[in-house]
């Protein structure tokens, strides 16, 4: 039993002895007093409030009284005293505590800060105390923030959405932020105010509905993660594991990541021109196609190496596992055309032709980490900024040709979308792509987007002459 309660315990069971000694000691005392009487007079005894004697009183009941009036003294100053006590001791542990909790945020750098110590936010700190990742945590409810608080961890109560509060969690030095909040809107709020407060801060959101995926990557997020999502995906996997140890199911319907020196790799061809599975096959290192889907969305499994690969289809390749996971390394020695800038890409708006030069740096920055070696690591920095390029220069291009009345604007924004969705479809699955695809979808998009359809509204803008930014 804890210390402190024991004497809390022990002061009420003093008093409660010195209400009860007195009370009797009256009522055996004095002739004719009630219980009621005799616990009255030892009341205004114990607390000194000096009302007088309930009734006149005896020689013996004086010489009581007196020795009651020290016993309630002394009981007194003990309540006061340990009351006293635990109001100090309070206090300055809350002083204390806030200001050795301040000086710990402030000692922070290179972590992470958590918004929201809700279900998931609380299971990602547990991982991340595990890991000894250093991290923060601000949480608007004050019972849920105390629960953190007792946990040890560095906790803000606060609303993320407020500067002053990412201040507090140290946003200028962190590596990174987690938007567990309870709503999209106030993850979009916090994403674009965390993008702001550091530009080179990883922004990771939690996402509630399937099409808030792409206004969190604009609000300034790197990735979005949709628990429900995840969850169904591990429901399911658990059911195929279930599933298999009753009964025989294809190995190319589970894309397992590694089994017995194997790894599963997708290829999408993004390039018009159909190219034959062997060639590819040959290309990657891999040991045989398990599955083709077609453009049409029909599937087959182990198909032919004279089959061509038509654009936008995808085969699923068995590989070793050490090409796997070199990754990005094993292709290094293909040779791969750098993109240049010329006129003949021009749009002819200042504007719009800045955004598409810096589409062209992103592609031969991916290009060259290829031809080095060093893939691995820039093919995810190529995605983030892809994504954020997409949102961007996507949304600033439909403003322009929507304020100008372009006829084709509805087919040009539907061509944005399906664009958009690659780009995220690619994100998703980086970690069974291979380089060529990404580099096949940016000379696809050069290419096919930005000769021609991009071109055709410039066209009409020159016709028109429309081709003023502001």
């Known amino acids: 039993m ?86 100090l001791e309070n206090n300055f542990k809350d002083i204390f505590g806030a200001n050795k909790m301040k000086k710990s945020l402030n000692k922070l750098q290179d972590h992470f800060i958590v918004c929201g110590f809700g279900d998931i936010g609380s299971s990602i700190c547990s991982v991340l105390d595990q890991a000894k990742i250093p991290f923060s945590i601000i949480e608007a409810d004050e019972d849920t923030a105390n629960h953190a608080i007792r946990r040890r961890f560095l906790t803000i109560q606060g609303k993320a959405t407020y500067d002053t509060t990412l201040f507090q969690a140290g946003i200028k030095r962190a590596t990174g932020i987690v938007l567990c909040l309870g709503d999209d809107s106030l993850n979009m709020h916090v994403s674009l105010a965390a993008r702001e407060l550091n530009p080179n ?60 020196g194997y790894a599963l790799k997708m290829y999408q061809h993004f390039q018009a021109e159909p190219v034959p599975i062997e060639q590819v096959k040959n290309k990657l290192g891999a040991w045989r196609a398990l599955k083709i889907r077609k453009a049409d969305g029909s599937e087959m499994h182990y198909p032919p190496e004279d089959m061509e690969i038509a654009n936008l289809e995808t085969v699923l390749f068995l590989i070793d596992e050490d090409a796997a996971t070199t990754g990005l390394e094993a292709e290094s020695a293909v040779e791969q055309v750098f993109f240049e800038w010329s006129d003949k890409y ?65 087919a040009h924004i539907d061509e944005h979308k399906k664009l958009t969705d690659k780009v995220l479809d690619l994100n998703r699955s980086k970690t069974y792509i291979f380089p060529d695809n990404v580099a096949g979808f940016l000379s696809s998009w050069l290419k096919d987007h930005i000769l021609e359809s991009d071109m055709r509204y410039a066209k009409y803008l020159r016709e028109n002459n429309l081709l003023t930014k502001n």
């Open 2 to 87: 804890d210390t402190a309660f024991k004497v809390k315990v022990q002061i009420v069971i003093i008093t409660i002895a010195v209400f009860a000694l007195g009370t009797f000691g009256y009522y055996f005392i004095e002739d004719g007093w009630t219980l009621f009487e005799s616990f009255y007079m030892t009341a205004i005894t114990v607390t000194t409030v000096g009302y007088g004697e309930t009734k006149p009183l005896s020689d013996a009941g004086r010489i009581f009284t007196v020795i009651l009036i020290f016993l309630g003294l002394g009981t007194a100053a003990l309540f006061a005293t340990q009351l006293a006590k635990t109001f």
């Open 201 to 260: 801060i990883y922004i990771i959101s939690r996402g509630y509905k399937p099409d808030v995926e792409k206004r969190l990557i604009r609000a300034g997020a790197n990735t979005v993660v949709n628990p429900l999502k995840l969850g169904g995906e591990q429901i399911a996997a658990l059911i195929i594991n279930q599933y298999k140890t009753e009964h025989t199911l294809e190995t190319s319907t589970v894309q397992n990541a590694s089994v017995m």
């Open 346 to 410: 021009s749009v002819g708006v200042a504007e719009i032709d800045e955004e598409h030069q810096k589409l062209f740096d992103l592609s031969n920055q991916f290009l060259r980490a290829m031809n080095k070696g060093q893939g691995s690591t820039e093919l995810t920095k190529t995605f983030d900024a892809l994504i954020e390029y997409t949102c961007t220069h996507f949304s600033s291009e439909e403003k322009f040709f929507l304020a100008r009345n372009y006829p084709e604007a509805e």
